[in-house]
T-cell receptor
Framework: AQSVTQPDIHITVSEGASLELRCNYSYGATPYLFWYVQSPGQGLQLLLKYFSGDTLVQGIKGFEAEFKRSQSSFNLRKPSVHWSDAAEYFCAVKETSGSRLTFGEGTQLTVNP | EPEVTQTPSHQVTQMGQEVILRCVPISNHLYFYWYRQILGQKVEFLVSFYNNEISEKSEIFDDQFSVERPDGSNFTLKIRSTKLEDSAMYFC????????????FGPGTRLTVL
């Protein structure tokens, strides 16, 4: 069965600093990969996705993610974090067949002024 | 921008009672989902629904759960006899045509079973 691991439960960065959130997956083939963000009281908002092609994908709010097949990783990055980026971030995968998304544990991001 | 909506935002119920959680998916979407997140745990898939029938369900989705699309806009999750361990945030999601893979989520309903 596929699985997703987000090794960092909580990350704190200063506003303006760069950010990298880690995501590793376990799956036999290349799955569809997603990053979602959840602000307090809000639903899960899709930041970006990877299906195939260019391994560096751009998303909304200045985020990007890089798919590395050799490391089974799909890390989320942002060059300069804003205070409004404080939220919980979820990595998710979907098998090429089937419907379900499998989520990681989530990483809570705190942004210090 | 169209979005998925869910009602109520918070539901409190007594153990053994039936609850119905409601969702209005994005209007031209064809695939519908329920997920849940127990406090402090991962978001977990419950069920997917397409063409008026369940297309996939997880081991969590037992006989106590059912889903329905009673009309052209609503998608509901019913829990027949709630247990304490059903307390969680329940998310509805929808996606468009078969070529689209992204699922769009609602804000969730927090269910508290006392």
């Amino acid at each position: 069965a596929q699985s997703v691991t987000q090794p960092d439960i909580h990350i704190t960065v200063s506003e303006g600093a760069s950010l990298e959130l880690r995501c590793n997956y376990s799956y036999g083939a290349t799955p569809y990969l997603f990053w979602y963000v959840q602000s307090p009281g809000q639903g899960l908002q899709l930041l970006l996705k990877y299906f195939s092609g260019d391994t560096l994908v751009q998303g909304i709010k200045g985020f990007e993610a890089e798919f590395k097949r050799s490391q089974s990783s799909f890390n989320l990055r942002k060059p300069s974090v804003h205070w409004s980026d404080a939220a919980e971030y979820f990595c998710a995968v979907k098998e090429t067949s089937g419907s379900r998304l499998t989520f990681g544990e989530g990483t809570q991001l705190t942004v210090n002024p | 921008e169209p979005e998925v909506t869910q009602t109520p935002s918070h539901q409190v119920t007594q153990m053994g009672q039936e609850v119905i959680l409601r969702c209005v998916p994005i209007s031209n979407h064809l695939y519908f989902y329920w997920y849940r997140q127990i406090l402090g745990q991962k978001v977990e898939f419950l069920v997917s629904f397409y063409n008026n029938e369940i297309s996939e369900k997880s081991e969590i989705f037992d006989d106590q759960f059912s889903v329905e699309r009673p009309d052209g806009s609503n998608f509901t999750l019913k829990i027949r006899s709630t247990k304490l361990e059903d307390s969680a945030m329940y998310f509805c999601a929808s996606r468009g045509a078969s070529g689209k893979v992204e699922q769009f989520f609602g804000p969730g309903t927090r269910l508290t079973v006392l």
